[in-house]
């Protein structure tokens, strides 16, 4: 089975802009969850999707966003991109989510913001 | 007082060494211990996950919870150097998925 899917791997913005991230889960996982990771806070939690729908979001300003498509497809969504934002975002498939489920991690996208 | 807390090293062991990587955390209701290990530019790989108290063996790798003091463990034995990475305990705790120490950066010295 494919692992899960991220793009791009790389990506260098000035502040201000927007980005979208991309994530594929791993096949018949149906939960995706984002997190930002950075050397001093380390892996914090964005949000989880589950069926299109969010089920839970961390504790991250209104500019960080996500969708999750019909076909488990998540994409996540930073505006006014800030210099803090620089970092590794990660994200998880689960084949439920919520408690007790293991998740899976993509490579990461790696941003950084100028 | 954070939900999980972790050393952050970093550790540098000998080849053939037992390691021992702990994290602590807060809330006694916790059912559910993960371990991840990240190479470095790569995404968390699950390692080991256990269900309540007790060990788990899988391999040269040990999970092992001790509830009662709130802190769990990872042992690996034998360490090889393709073990240098950083070593991650995660908890899912109330409506996040997981809640991760910060990680301890293990090195294995040949």
């Known amino acids: 089975k494919a692992g899960v899917t991220q793009t791009p791997r790389y990506l260098i913005k000035t502040r201000g802009q927007q980005v979208t991230l991309s994530c594929s889960p791993i096949s018949g996982h149906r939960s995706v969850s984002w997190y930002q990771q950075t050397p001093g806070q380390g892996l914090q939690f964005l949000f989880e999707y589950f069926s299109e729908t969010q089920r839970n979001k961390g504790n991250f300003p209104g500019r960080f966003s996500g969708r999750q498509f019909s076909n488990s497809r998540s994409e996540m969504n930073v505006s006014t991109l800030e210099l803090g934002d620089s970092a590794l975002y990660l994200c998880?498939?689960?084949?439920?989510?919520?408690?007790?489920?293991?998740?899976?991690f993509g490579p990461g996208t790696r941003l950084t913001v100028t | 007082q954070k939900e999980v807390e972790q050393d952050p090293g970093p550790l540098s062991v000998p080849e053939g060494a037992i390691v021992s990587l702990n994290c602590t955390y807060s809330n006694s209701a916790f059912q559910y211990f993960m371990w991840y290990r990240q190479y470095s530019r790569k995404g968390p790989e699950l390692l080991m996950y256990?269900?309540?108290?007790g060990n788990k063996e899988d391999g040269r790798f040990t999970a092992q919870v001790d509830k009662s003091s709130k802190y769990i463990s990872l042992f690996i034995r034998d360490s090889q150097p393709s073990d240098s990475a950083t070593y991650l305990c995660?908890?899912?705790?109330?409506?996040?998925?997981?809640?991760f120490g910060k990680g301890t950066r293990l090195s294995v010295i040949a």
């Open positions: 995660a908890i899912p705790s109330g409506n996040t998925p997981l809640v």
């Open positions: 256990t269900y309540s108290s």
């Open positions: 998880a498939s689960s084949p439920r989510g919520g408690q007790g489920y293991e998740q899976y």
